[in-house]
């Protein structure tokens, strides 16, 4: 697998893309990119088109760009694949605020055909899907479980959109250019065996405190165990309403456990009505944990056990993680860990990641392809 990457911090959107671009061959197999809103999404996606003509592109505007162990806000990254031994295809997904399992279903048969792949037939091992969605839509728990239905088996793996955090317009690149309330899905088959690899890392783990959602509404919680959302968290925590502030709620996510899995459910804001707004969607009658903390980098060496060396990582981190991270100057060391458990990493820091059907915060979800070279 041959594995072009490059990165630039210039704000000029044609010169940036220049610069990231330099050296890479025109006929590439597959082009991811990353970018922040201080590069126009709009001449980032013409300046690739006309430098890479025909090449299958996907990427979105982020909260901080990751390119083989260095992290970086306001820069733009790229990384292009040949000889990878899979097939791609990249399908763009327009108006996801309306996208329903009918628009699931011709998506998934659009990426079937593009990878020669029948689903009557085929291995779902053999493939995986990645997602990169507008995270200002609030659509992810719909788009990603219809989504994940009609593929019928094929893994799932996404992320969430950023705008540095400005929280105003979020960008997707893909067939179409850059897009706000849209969606760009990517399906890699393996050829001869090319392996493929999802891992899901999070540093949380649960605590016998728990509270049942008695009330509440798409991403709202009004009521923890009869209780205002607020007096019942601060009640599992053994501590006054008035102690929960956003370093409490930072540190102490909750969680819920799902086929084996640990999956966090993070705060994004309490209201003053004492209601509780979170980064994905919380159902009446969910019994959720208190999130315990771990050591965020010995559990990220621990975590990136994959069966076999990839050459080649895309990488869907969390925001909360980033600017945990940023908090302790964990960057570095953090990127060290990275780059010894992959050859090749392209990534981006999310406003929420997608695996499998799930939206999911405070995650680091990763895919890796091919061997890494001995």
Request: hydrophobic share 40%.
């Amino acid at each position: 697998m041959q594995v072009y990457q490059g990165a630039s911090t210039l704000t000029d959107a044609t010169e940036a893309v220049a610069e990231a671009a330099a050296g890479m061959p025109a006929t590439l197999e597959m082009l991811f990119v990353f970018s922040s809103t201080k590069q126009d999404p709009d001449t980032v996606a013409a300046c690739l088109a006309e430098r890479f003509p025909g090449v299958p592109l996907a990427g979105c505007t982020t909260a901080g760009e990751h390119l083989s162990g260095a992290h970086s806000t306001g820069g733009l990254v790229l990384a292009g694949l040949d000889e990878s031994g899979l097939v791609w295809s990249s399908v763009n997904v327009p108006k996801v605020s309306e996208f329903g399992s009918a628009e699931a279903k011709a998506l998934a048969e659009d990426l079937f055909q593009a990878s020669g792949m029948d689903p009557e037939e085929m291995d779902p091992e053999t493939a995986v899907c990645l997602l990169f969605v507008d995270g200002l839509q609030g659509v992810e728990e719909r788009l990603s479980s219809e989504l994940a239905a009609a593929l019928q088996g094929v893994p799932l793996a996404g992320g969430s959109a950023g705008d540095d955090l400005k929280f105003e317009k979020t960008h997707v690149y893909g067939p179409q250019g850059a897009q706000s309330n849209a969606a760009s899905v990517v399906m890699a088959r393996s050829l001869n065996g090319t392996p493929i690899q999802i891992l899901k890392h999070q540093h949380f783990t649960s605590t016998p405190a728990s509270v049942v959602v008695t009330q509440a509404e798409g991403r709202r919680v009004h009521e923890f165990d009869g209780l205002p959302a607020l007096e019942g968290y601060a009640r599992a925590l053994a501590c006054a309403p008035e102690e929960v502030n956003g370093d409490v709620s930072f540190l102490n996510p909750l969680t819920f456990a799902c086929n084996g899995e640990l999956y966090v459910r993070s705060i994004q804001a309490i209201n003053p009505d004492g209601s509780i707004d979170f980064y994905c969607a919380v159902e009446e009658g969910m019994v959720l944990d208190i999130g315990g903390h771990a050591d965020m980098t010995q559990s990220l060496a621990e975590g990136l056990a994959w069966s076999q060396r990839p050459a080649f990582v895309v990488g869907f981190n969390c925001i909360l993680r980033a600017l945990e991270a940023s908090g302790g100057s964990l960057h570095a060391e953090q990127g060290q860990v990275l780059t010894q458990a992959c050859q090749n990493m392209i990534g981006f820091d999310t406003y929420g990641e997608q695996l499998n059907g799930l939206h999911i915060n405070q995650t680091l979800v990763a895919v890796g392809f091919g061997r890494a070279a001995a």
